[in-house]
C-alpha cells in the first residue's frame, strides 16, 4: 500500500492561504489521492482528490471555489492550496488512497489515519 506523510500546516488568519502536501511513496497512474480533514469533535470529511490516471480532480462543495489539488509526479508528492481561509475550515488534514476520485470514492472506512497536519484558521 502506499505510504503518506502529510505537511504544511499551520496557524493563519481567516482569509489567508496554505499549501499542504502529501509525500507519496508512489504516485502512478493506479494511484488516486484524496484528502480528508477532521475538525475537533467531527467524522473525517473528504475535501478533494485527483487520479494520478488522467489528473481528473474532484473537489466538495464547501471548498470548491477556494482549494486546488494538484501533484507532481516528479516528487510523488500531492498538493492542497486553499485559499480565503475560514474558520471553520480549521481541522487536522490527512491524506489517504482512495479508489476512485469523486464523492463515492470517499466513503471508505479507514482503520487508521496517520499524523496528519493541523491546520488553524484565526478570526
Known amino acids: 500500500e502506499v505510504q503518506l506523510v502529510e505537511s504544511g500546516g499551520g496557524l493563519v488568519q481567516a482569509g489567508g492561504s496554505l499549501r499542504l502536501s502529501c509525500a507519496a511513496s508512489r504516485f502512478s497512474v493506479d494511484d488516486t489521492i484524496g484528502w480528508f480533514r477532521q475538525a475537533p469533535g467531527k467524522r473525517h470529511e473528504g475535501v478533494a482528490c485527483?487520479?494520478?490516471?488522467?489528473?481528473?480532480?474532484y473537489s466538495t462543495d464547501s471548498v470548491k471555489d477556494r482549494f486546488t489539488i494538484s501533484s507532481d509526479s516528479a516528487k510523488n508528492t500531492i498538493y492542497l492550496q486553499m485559499h480565503s481561509l475560514k474558520v471553520e475550515d480549521t481541522a487536522r488534514y490527512f491524506c489517504?488512497?482512495?479508489?476512485?476520485?469523486?464523492?463515492?470514492?470517499?466513503?471508505?472506512?479507514?482503520?487508521?489515519w496517520g499524523q496528519g497536519t493541523q491546520v488553524t484558521v484565526s478570526s
Open positions: 485527483i487520479s494520478g490516471r488522467d489528473g481528473h480532480t
Open positions: 489517504k488512497p482512495l479508489y476512485e476520485c469523486s464523492r463515492a470514492g470517499f466513503l471508505l472506512d479507514f482503520k487508521s
